[in-house]
């Protein structure tokens, strides 16, 4: 059973750089097909994609984010990584990492539209 964890800052103050990793256990991030992501919900609203990193590294990002997000990753610790630049109070949210199988989700509804996640971390942009 593949396992995630976040881990970071709860409180984070604007225009700061928001930085969060993922530990993964129970697979390797390399695995064929895995697809890993960082996913969002502000408070009262929906489940937002933010980004995702592929097994192979490829990587892509939601457009309204990519100018501030970059995702990486160490495949020795088995890790990924969201860096969030230039944070503002919208970026308040609980902030998942989660896992797909053969495809990306998007636009997601809910969180077991993820094959595997985290149980999320809460960040707070306030000076």
């Known amino acids: 059973q593949v396992q995630l964890q976040e881990s970071g800052p709860g409180l984070v103050k604007p225009s700061q750089t928001l930085s969060l990793t993922c530990t993964v256990s129970?697979?390797?991030?390399?695995?064929?097909?895995?697809?890993w992501s960082w996913i969002r919900q502000p408070p009262g609203k929906r489940l937002e994609w933010i980004a995702y990193?592929?097994?192979?590294?490829?990587?892509d990002y939601n457009p309204f984010l990519k100018s501030r997000a970059s995702i990486s990753r160490d495949t020795s610790k088995n890790q990924f990584t969201l860096q969030l630049s230039s944070v503002k109070p919208e970026d308040t949210a609980t902030y998942y990492c989660?896992?797909?199988?053969?495809?990306?989700?998007?636009?997601?509804?809910?969180?077991?539209?993820?094959?595997?996640w985290g149980q999320g971390t809460q960040v707070t942009v306030s000076a």
């Open positions: 989660a896992l797909t199988n053969g495809v990306v989700v998007v636009m997601p509804q809910r969180l077991d539209d993820y094959n595997s």
């Open positions: 129970g697979a390797s991030i390399t695995t064929g097909k895995y697809y």
């Open positions: 990193i592929g097994y192979n590294g490829e990587r």
